[in-house]
C-alpha cells in the first residue's frame, strides 16, 4: 500500500482545537462540543506534544493563541471551509440526481408506470428512473423497491402497499372453450405456472391449498415472469392466477375474466424497501406511492 504524502493529527484533536481557539476558552469548547473541559484540554495537549509547540498560553484568566495556534486555527478554518462547501455541494448533487426506484417487470409495466406517470404531471422537476428486474436482489444504486413476499423485521424502512386479492382468470374465448365451475375442473384446463426466482409468488398448489383443495392441477405452460404469464393469458395460451391490483384494468376492459366465484387474498403484501440516506425527493415519491395504495385500497 504507497505511503500518505502527509500524516494529520487525529480529526477529533483538530476539531476541539479549533472549537479552543475560535472561542479562545477551552470551557466554552467543551459547551459546543458536548465534553468536558478537561476532555479538551486533554486533546489540545496530545495535539501540542505531537507538533512539538505549545498552541495556547496558559493564563490564570484563561487562553491566548500562539503563534502556532493562530497559524493552525487559520488552516483548519479554511479547511473546514472547503470540506463543508464540497459536502453541500455533494448533496445538491444527490437531490438533482433522479431517483431510481426498483421493481418486477409485471409490478412496473402494470401498476408502477401508469402511477409514474401521474407523479411526474405534478412532480415535473423530479426525476425518476426505473429498475425492471425479475431477480430479488437489490441494486446497489435503488434509492426504493417495491417487492412480494413477506416484509422482513428489522432495521430496513419497510412500508406495506397493499396485500391483494388472487383469482383464477383466463381469456372470455379460454374461458369459453373451457368451463370451470369448480376447483376439481382445475386439473382438466391448462394452467400458466410461474416459475419466478422470487419464490414469494404464491402458486397455484398454494392458491388452491389455501381454499382447502389438494388434487390435481392443470399442466399447461411454465413461464419465469409474471408479465409474461399474464400476456400468456391473454393470448389463450391458459388459465393465470391474477393479483386484482395488477390485472384489474384487464378485468374492467374485458382482456381477461375471473373463471370462478372465490378469490383469496393474498398470504403476502408488495411493500417497498426504502435506502438508508435515500432523499427528500425520494421519500416524497414513496409517500406518494402509499397514498396512492391507500387510496386504491379504498
Known amino acids: 500500500m504507497p505511503s500518505r504524502p502527509y500524516d494529520l493529527p487525529p480529526l477529533s484533536a483538530l ?3 479549533e472549537a479552543a481557539a475560535r472561542h479562545v476558552s477551552f470551557r466554552s469548547a467543551s459547551r459546543e462540543l458536548n465534553v468536558t473541559p478537561a476532555a479538551i484540554s486533554h486533546q489540545v ?6 507538533l512539538g509547540q505549545a498552541l495556547f498560553h496558559r493564563r490564570p484568566r484563561g487562553v491566548d493563541l500562539t503563534e502556532a495556534g493562530a497559524l493552525l486555527l487559520v488552516a483548519l478554518q479554511r479547511g473546514f471551509g472547503d470540506m463543508s462547501e464540497t459536502i453541500t455541494r455533494l448533496r445538491r448533487k444527490s437531490e438533482n440526481d433522479a431517483i431510481v426506484i426498483q421493481a418486477t417487470s409485471a409490478m412496473s409495466s402494470l401498476w408502477l408506470t401508469p402511477r409514474l406517470a401521474r407523479f411526474w404531471k405534478t412532480h415535473q422537476t423530479i426525476a425518476v428512473t426505473q429498475h425492471v428486474t425479475d431477480s430479488a436482489r437489490p441494486a446497489d444504486n435503488a434509492d426504493l423497491i ?5 416484509m422482513p423485521r428489522g432495521s430496513q424502512d419497510c412500508r406495506e402497499l397493499f396485500r391483494d386479492r388472487i383469482a383464477a382468470l383466463a381469456s372470455p374465448e379460454l374461458a369459453r ?3 370451470v365451475a369448480s376447483m376439481v375442473d382445475l386439473a382438466t384446463v391448462p394452467l400458466i405456472h410461474l416459475t419466478a426466482d422470487n419464490p414469494e409468488w404464491t402458486s397455484w398448489q398454494e392458491w388452491a391449498a389455501i381454499q382447502g383443495y389438494t388434487g390435481k392441477l392443470g399442466a399447461g405452460i411454465a413461464v419465469n415472469n409474471y408479465a409474461i404469464a399474464v400476456q400468456a393469458a391473454q393470448d389463450e395460451m391458459g388459465f393465470v392466477l391474477g393479483w386484482e391490483a395488477l390485472t384489474g384494468q384487464l ?3 374485458g382482456m381477461l375474466e375471473q373463471v370462478l366465484p372465490n378469490s383469496i387474498p393474498s398470504p403476502r403484501c408488495f411493500f417497498i424497501t426504502t435506502r438508508p440516506g435515500a432523499s427528500a425527493r425520494a421519500l416524497r415519491l414513496r409517500d ?4 396512492e395504495a391507500a387510496q386504491m385500497r379504498g
Open 288 to 291: 406518494w406511492l402509499l397514498e
Open 146 to 150: 417495491i417487492q412480494y413476499g413477506d
Open 45 to 50: 495537549k496530545a495535539l501540542e506534544v505531537e
Open 251 to 253: 378485468v374492467r376492459t
Open 15 to 17: 476539531v476541539s482545537f
Open 177 to 179: 372453450r373451457h368451463r
